[in-house]
T-cell receptor
Framework: GQQVMQIPQYQHVQEGEDFTTYCNSS?????IQWYKQRPGGHPVFLIQ?????EVKKQKRLTFQFGEAKKNSSLHITATQTTDVGTYFC???????????FGGGTRVLVKP | NAGVTQTPKFQVLKTGQSMTLQCAQD?????MSWYRQDPGMGLRLIHY???????DQGEVPNGYNVSRSTTEDFPLRLLSAAPSQTSVYFC???????????FGPGTRLTVL
């Protein structure tokens, strides 16, 4: 079946620094979704990318969808303590009704 | 709109007991799903439904049953709880698997 993998699993970041987390799918995706889960909370939708090579920005967050639509990345600039949490990517099956989540990247910020 | 609601928030069971986790949404979404989240792991799909009367298995369906008699409700049943089912359970709803998923607050289940 479809597999979605994220690296790194953990990211320790100094406040003010930049970092990138990566998402890779075993199959071509029709779109990629990103979610953020704060500690003790539930996943909350951030964004969806649909087109090959698409890039979208939300303030300090930049999301990119790969040309082959099998990978994606999330880049955060000038990390703040409010960025703490786990970031998940998710992709629907090309021919089916399942949505598969990656294992997530847990972000810890050092002040 | 209340969005997606889940009850209970916390539950402790003994091995072999049964229970039902409730999930309801008021957004008229056709697609609903159940995930479990274990420490350090991502969200694993248990069961999903594309509409009333239609359900299907996800990647970890064993030990769980679901039904979808109405658009609003999607309960998850544990027939005989096992310690391996200790987890946080999230219900989600949306227009479809390729669209924004709205998650409930979760149910934290411990099986002793």
């Amino acid at each position: 079946g479809q597999q979605v993998m994220q690296i790194p699993q953990y990211q320790h970041v100094q406040e003010g620094e930049d970092f990138t987390t990566y998402c890779n799918s075993s199959t071509t995706l029709s779109n990629i979704q990103w979610y953020k889960q704060r500690p003790g909370g539930h996943p909350v939708f951030l964004i969806q990318l649909v087109k090959s090579g698409e890039v979208k920005k939300q303030k300090r967050l930049t999301f990119q969808f790969g040309e082959a639509k099998k990978n994606s990345s999330l880049h955060i600039t000038a990390t703040q303590t409010t960025d703490v949490g786990t970031y998940f990517c998710a992709g629907p099956e090309a021919a089916g009704n399942k949505l598969t989540f990656g294992g997530g990247t847990r972000v810890l910020v050092k002040p | 709109n209340a969005g997606v609601t889940q009850t209970p928030k916390f539950q402790v069971l003994k091995t072999g007991q049964s229970m039902t986790l409730q999930c309801a949404q008021d957004m008229n979404h056709e697609y609903m799903s159940w995930y479990r989240q274990d420490p350090g792991m991502g969200l694993r799909l248990i069961h999903y439904s594309v509409g009333a009367g239609i359900t299907d298995q996800g990647e970890v369906p064993n030990g769980y049953n679901v039904s979808r008699s109405t658009t609003e409700d999607f309960p998850l049943r544990l027939l005989s709880a096992a310690p391996s089912q200790t987890s946080v359970y999230f219900c989600a709803s949306s227009l479809g698997p390729g669209t924004e998923q709205f998650f409930g607050p979760g149910t934290r289940l411990t099986v002793l």
